[in-house]
């Protein structure tokens, strides 16, 4: 599903008192590819209930220049609330998902293996409130950057 923050938060509060525990993570995921969806498994396999923090468009182009992301904000979490692995999509405009992470509290906060946890954002309010944090094991060989040079040099 894909949902806002606020509509998020209220289901925050329903999966917290069942005992759901959630894991968290964000990117831009903007085009999808055989490490993303490794990553999204490793990052399900850790709780009952994965939430994406998806960057906006707005936010894609703050980070990665002016001719991403490739694809709309609302294709990719199109993409992405329907992989196997995702429970529910949230898009943000931040440069980073530390607010939207302050909100929801998930149990537990992933990255790639590229980020050490103690970089990752938002790992001291996840910590603080009993969460943990976990970088995840990273695919090599796989990245939107690598797709788009290989594309453009064809």
Not at 1 to 8: K, T, V
Not at 93 to 117: F, H, Q, R
Request: proline share 2%; charged share 25%; with cysteine.
């Amino acid at each position: 599903m894909i949902c806002s923050l606020e509509d998020f938060i209220t289901l925050r509060s329903g999966l917290k008192k069942k005992g759901v525990k959630v894991v968290f993570t964000n990117g831009c995921f903007d085009i999808l590819h055989r490490g993303h969806v490794e990553y999204l498994n490793q990052a399900k396999a850790l709780g009952d209930f994965l939430i994406i923090g998806l960057n906006s468009d707005s936010s894609v182009k703050k980070l990665k220049g002016d001719s991403r992301p490739v694809n709309t904000e609302n294709d990719r979490a199109y993409i992405l609330s329907n992989l196997f692995a995702v429970d529910c999509v949230v898009i943000f405009t931040e440069e980073t998902p530390y607010e939207i992470i302050s909100k929801i509290l998930p149990d537990v906060l992933v990255k790639g293996g590229d980020w050490k946890a103690e970089d990752i954002v938002g790992s001291d309010v996840v910590i603080k409130n009993g969460g943990m944090v976990k970088s995840l094991k990273y695919v090599n060989n796989y990245s939107t950057t690598g797709l788009i040079n290989k594309i453009s040099s064809r």
